[in-house]
């Protein structure tokens, strides 16, 4: 199982950036996949989550109606879609495979004003 994170940098506050998961190793389209992000000094957390088919989706409160979540099960790759970025959101964000404890390597997002 691989899971690649893509797409993060440094970006200022009100700005937007698309991260990317291309995941490889498992019949991606049968599982549920989830992004975390994790500050530093603080415990990771969920930011955003969607069903192996794209129809539900569910989201952290801290990122409600600025982050959307989506996937594309032909090009094994969940994304990340984030706007209005706050300083709060400058973490670590990792995709997870829902039932199963397998993470990504983490791409880093910085909002630097």
């Known amino acids: 199982v691989q899971l690649v994170e893509s797409g993060g940098g440094m970006v200022q506050p009100g700005g937007s950036l698309r991260l990317s998961c291309v995941a490889s190793g498992f019949s991606f389209s049968s599982y549920g996949m989830r992004w975390y992000r994790q500050a530093p000094g603080k415990e990771r957390e969920l930011v955003a989550g969607?069903?192996?088919?794209?129809?539900?989706?569910t989201y952290g409160d801290s990122v409600k109606g600025r982050f959307t979540i989506s996937r594309d099960n032909g090009k094994n790759t969940v994304y990340l879609e984030m706007t209005s970025i706050e300083p709060e959101d400058t973490a670590v964000y990792y995709c997870?495979?829902?039932?199963?404890?397998?993470w990504g390597q983490g791409t880093q997002v910085t909002v630097v004003s």
């Open positions: 969607i069903s192996a088919a794209g129809g539900m989706t």
């Open positions: 997870k495979i829902s039932a199963r404890d397998s």
